[in-house]
């Protein structure tokens, strides 16, 4: 029989510990072959394949959250500076999928509201009358009505447009009259 610590161990015992030893060399040997220079250098002085993974785990969580972190600051400062609402519900949406993945995802009330706030003035109107409602706004519906509201104020641009040209014209044009008086 032999000792390991204070545990009297039986040679059938020392049989697996010598073949989980043997096994965790493998995958220490197979992990440091698969790490990048940079990951390597955060290791050094780990001499087991679980106590990688742990300080691996630690790592990789840290820059997860300042990720998560980064995204929600992008989605709360993200302004429709966008050409068009569709480029600026993709670019948030794009924001909201990017968050799924490192596991934070969003709700849809979630980007309604980070939507809203990054909305112009221009669409107060259209803010308004969405976030009084009793039921909880989709994002769907979100995009509908805001797409409807641009296109609303691209038409509203192209009469305001017109408007200036005609009074312009009437201005410049020559009068019935001649230069005479028209008495």
Known sequence: MTWFGNIKLLPFSMAIISSAMWMDQIFLSTLIATLSESILSQI???????SIWVA???MLTTQSCAHVMQLNYQLA????????????FQKMRNHGETSAVVSQPLDDSEMVSYILVGLGTEYDLSITSMTIRVDLLSLNELYGNVLAHEQRLEQLQVVVDLSFYSANLASRSPSTCGRRSCN
């Open 77 to 88: 400062i993200s302004k429709t500076i966008m050409p068009t609402v569709i480029d600026y």
């Open 44 to 50: 050094l002085g780990y001499s087991t394949s679980r």
């Open 56 to 58: 691996l785990e630690s």
